[in-house]
């Protein structure tokens, strides 16, 4: 007996509400795992076993550890950049405040060397077949070295803060693309010292 379109309807919204529970299982299991050990020290078999799933579940869904923080990555972006709208510094303000909340899974991803996949998963957005596309990836560069610069260093300063000097950079950066002049100054060091005198 053949089931009927609203019944197989259901039945794959069910098979993606419960692979979706699958993957999230997989990627808690992994970070959980990751709080105690070296990434390299973590076999598929832990992570399985943590998140009590099948090894053919696991298989279904990944291929490796690094598919799982790819993925995690993946779901980051899209919960992040979903919502973005055309105010820029409102954009940025809403980007910190998922890094901040995300702050342990991203501290774990650069101890454990992955942090180029968060890089990777935002030049996934970009089409370079069309030999145009690739000047959409500038923002990602921003993105990803902010993100990764401001996590190593422990979250400095407050959000609005950190919103401004990144508003400030990115238009003194925008100056220094169109007029090819590259500024003395260390923003490193001015970040920092602007950040300690609060």
Not at 48 to 77: C, E, H, P, Q, T
Not at 85 to 110: C, F, G, P, Q, T
Request: aromatic share 10%.
């Amino acid at each position: 007996m053949g089931h009927t379109d609203s019944q197989l309807a259901a039945l794959r919204k069910n098979n993606i509400e419960s692979n979706a529970i699958t993957r999230e299982s997989i990627h808690e299991a992994l970070f959980q795992l990751m709080e105690t050990r070296n990434y390299e020290d973590i076999r598929i078999t832990d992570i399985i076993n943590k998140a009590g799933v099948s090894r053919s579940a696991f298989y279904r869904n990944f291929k490796s550890m690094d598919d799982i923080l790819k993925d995690y990555m993946g779901d980051f972006n899209e919960l992040v950049f979903h919502a973005f709208s055309r105010d820029v510094r409102e954009n940025w303000h809403n980007y910190l405040i998922a890094v901040k909340k995300n702050r342990s899974k991203l501290e774990m991803l650069i101890k454990a060397g992955r942090e180029y996949l968060l890089l990777d998963k935002l030049n996934e957005l970009v089409d370079y077949s069309s030999g145009r596309d690739f000047a959409r990836a500038i923002p990602h560069g921003y993105i990803y070295n902010v993100t990764i610069y401001w996590v190593k260093c422990g979250l400095p300063g407050e959000i609005e803060e950190v919103t401004d000097l990144i508003m400030q950079a990115c238009r003194e950066n925008a100056v220094i693309m169109y007029n090819g002049i590259i500024p003395s100054g260390n923003y490193e060091v001015t970040m920092q010292h602007n950040w300690k005198k609060k």
